[in-house]
C-alpha cells in the first residue's frame, strides 16, 4: 500500500525542529512563522549530553530540550514523546497515524540516516514523516533543504530508521 497524506506541504526552513512544528501547524491551519513556532516552543536555549555509548561522548546542543512537545503542550495539553524501543510496533504506529491523515513528529539519529553519511550520532533530528510506501519499504519525510541537496520529499527505506539504536541514556527516537 502506498499513502501520502492529502493537503500536506512541506515548508524550507532553518531548523529542523521549528520548521516541524511550522509545518504540522500549517497542516491544521495555523499560520506561524518558523521564528513563531522557535519561540512558542521554547526553543531558544542550550543543554549539555554526556553518553560514552556514542561517539562523540559529549554535546552541546543550541536550543532549548523538548521545543516540540513544549510547543504542542501551549496548545493542546500536556505533550511528551513516546519512545518505543520495538521498532515494528513503533512503525504500525505510525502507519495508523498516517493512514488516518495525522502527520507524525519523528526524532531521529543521522547516523542511521543514509543521506547524512554522517560517522557521529546525532539523536535530536526532528523530521515529520508524512508518508509510506509499504511494497518498497519506504517512508517518506521532508527535511529542510539547507541540510543538503535534497529538497522536498525523502524517501528512507523503512531500514534505515529501523537499525540498532545505541543502548544509552539518550534520547534515540521516537514520536509525537
Known amino acids: 500500500m502506498k499513502k501520502v497524506i492529502k493537503g500536506w506541504n512541506h515548508f524550507p526552513g532553518l531548523h529542523c525542529g521549528s520548521v516541524a512544528i511550522r509545518d504540522i501547524a500549517s497542516f491544521y491551519g495555523l499560520t506561524l512563522s518558523e521564528p513563531m513556532c522557535f519561540g512558542l516552543g521554547s526553543g531558544l536555549g542550550f543543554f549539555y549530553t554526556i553518553d560514552s555509548d556514542i561517539s562523540p561522548t559529549r554535546n552541546i546542543h543550541l536550543r532549548g530540550p523538548d521545543m516540540e512537545p513544549s510547543f504542542f503542550t501551549l496548545l493542546t495539553g500536556n505533550k511528551k514523546w513516546k519512545f518505543e524501543q520495538d521498532n515494528e510496533k513503533?512503525?504500525?504506529?505510525?502507519?495508523?497515524?498516517?493512514?488516518?491523515?495525522?502527520?507524525?513528529?519523528?526524532?531521529?539519529?543521522?547516523?542511521?540516516?543514509?543521506?547524512?553519511?554522517?560517522?557521529?550520532?546525532?539523536?535530536?533530528?526532528?523530521?515529520?514523516?508524512?508518508?509510506?510506501?509499504?511494497?518498497?519499504?519506504?517512508?517518506?519525510?521532508?527535511?529542510?533543504?539547507?541540510?543538503?541537496?535534497?529538497?522536498c520529499r525523502t524517501n528512507i527505506t523503512i531500514d534505515c530508521i529501523e537499525k540498532p539504536k545505541p543502548a544509552s541514556k539518550t534520547k534515540t527516537h521516537g514520536f509525537t
Not at 519506504?138 to 533543504?145: A, S, T, V
Open 90 to 151: 513503533a512503525l504500525r504506529v505510525v502507519i495508523d497515524y498516517l493512514d488516518q491523515d495525522i502527520p507524525v513528529l519523528v526524532q531521529t539519529d543521522i547516523y542511521y540516516l543514509d543521506y547524512y553519511n554522517s560517522k557521529t550520532h546525532f539523536p535530536g533530528h526532528i523530521v515529520v514523516v508524512c508518508g509510506y510506501d509499504e511494497q518498497k519499504e519506504e517512508i517518506w519525510f521532508h527535511i529542510r533543504p539547507s541540510d543538503m541537496d535534497i529538497s
